[in-house]
């Protein structure tokens, strides 16, 4: 069984930054491809980004060049580096594996001044 435990979340002012970071239990070559999703309150979970085993990336078109994916095979983490960030970003932000289809249990981002 693969885990997957996202950290970096918390609340941040419109226009701010935050960098979320998801550890696997296994190296994540093999579990790629890795995914970003989130869930606002009383919305469906949506789709933010992906990257694929050879390090290509697809966004969703409202956080493209804002937000950037990435992924360190050493230290089996999937980032997801997130700037400009707006009030409609708020939602737990899940970390997936495509592959497995495990998902991670969630971290909580609030854009609030």
């Known amino acids: 069984q693969v885990q997957l435990v996202e950290s970096g979340g918390g609340l941040v002012q419109p226009g701010g930054s935050l960098r979320l970071s998801c550890a696997a239990s296994?190296?994540?070559?093999?579990?790629?491809?890795m995914g970003w999703y989130r869930q606002a309150p009383g919305k469906q979970r949506e789709f933010v980004a992906h990257?694929?085993?050879?390090?290509?990336?697809n966004y969703a078109d409202s956080v493209k060049g804002r937000f950037t994916i990435s992924g360190d095979n050493a230290k089996n983490t999937v980032y997801l580096q997130m700037n400009s960030l707006k009030p409609e970003d708020t939602a737990v932000y899940y970390c997936?594996?495509?592959?497995?289809?495990?998902w991670g249990q969630g971290t909580q981002v609030t854009v609030s001044s």
């Open positions: 997936h594996s495509l592959r497995t289809n495990y």
């Open positions: 296994t190296s994540i070559f093999s579990i790629y491809p």
């Open positions: 990257i694929t085993t050879g390090g290509s990336t």
